[in-house]
């Protein structure tokens, strides 16, 4: 099967670099645009089905992309972002201002972190990594769209790839951008990786990474 991954488009917090975690934003005008790019692109290729994680700026991304595309999307809260608990609504520099002993824990533990009130990044990244595994399982001879988030298509490229944990960030990934992986034999390959070939013709391509 082939899984086609696209990360929501730009959000107004996006736009002030503050983390959102599980909370919500909702998409800017240029994220519309961004979204409806995307659905575009989606709609010369034949795909069979639509995921969606049930946040809200995916939520309003894939439902651009259904009705361009002319599909029901199902909404899957393990397509979720990071849980980032009390360091979510913040910019950086806020969160080492209001929780400097947190913030220093999380420098020092990186990975294996679990955030008061949210997760760490290996639970974001075996819940995301669970989710794509299954959907994959479930549609063998389809190609199927994902609509999720940074750190939950960072984190699958980390397994993809047999990268040591916590290097995914160092992958590029713009808002509305897809990646394309193949399913065979229970084995993952990369296929195509941050295509914004829809959005430089439109001026619209944005990377902020606080997803």
């Not at 005008?29 to 692109?41: C, F, L, S, V």
């Not at 294996?112 to 974001?124: M, T």
């Not at 959907?135 to 960072?154: N, S």
Request: aromatic share 10%; hydrophobic share 40%; glycine share 6%.
């Amino acid at each position: 099967m082939k899984l086609i991954i696209v990360r929501h488009g730009e959000t107004d917090w996006n736009q002030q670099d503050k983390v959102m975690g599980q909370l919500d934003s909702l998409l800017t005008p240029k994220g519309i645009e961004q979204a409806q790019a995307i659905a575009n692109r989606l709609r010369r290729l034949s795909f069979t089905t639509l995921y969606s994680s049930d946040l809200g700026r995916a939520v309003q991304t894939a439902n651009i992309i259904a009705e361009i595309c002319g599909k029901n999307v199902i909404f899957d809260s393990e397509l979720r972002e990071w849980n980032m608990g009390i360091f979510q609504g913040f910019t950086f520099s806020e969160m080492d201002e209001k929780f400097p002993k947190e913030r220093q824990d999380h420098k020092q533990m990186r990975y294996e972190y679990v955030i008061p009130a949210g997760e760490s990044l290996r639970q974001c990244r075996d819940r995301g990594y669970r989710a794509l595994n299954r959907i994959a399982e479930r549609h063998l001879d389809e190609t199927v769209v994902v609509v999720t988030h940074g750190f939950v298509l960072m984190n699958f490229s980390e397994m993809v790839f047999n990268l040591p944990p916590g290097n995914g960030w160092r992958f590029k990934l713009h808002h509305a951008s897809f990646c394309c992986f193949e399913y065979v034999n229970g084995c993952w390959s990369l296929v195509v990786w941050n295509d914004t070939s829809h959005l430089e013709t439109m001026d619209i391509l944005t990377a902020n990474l606080n997803s």
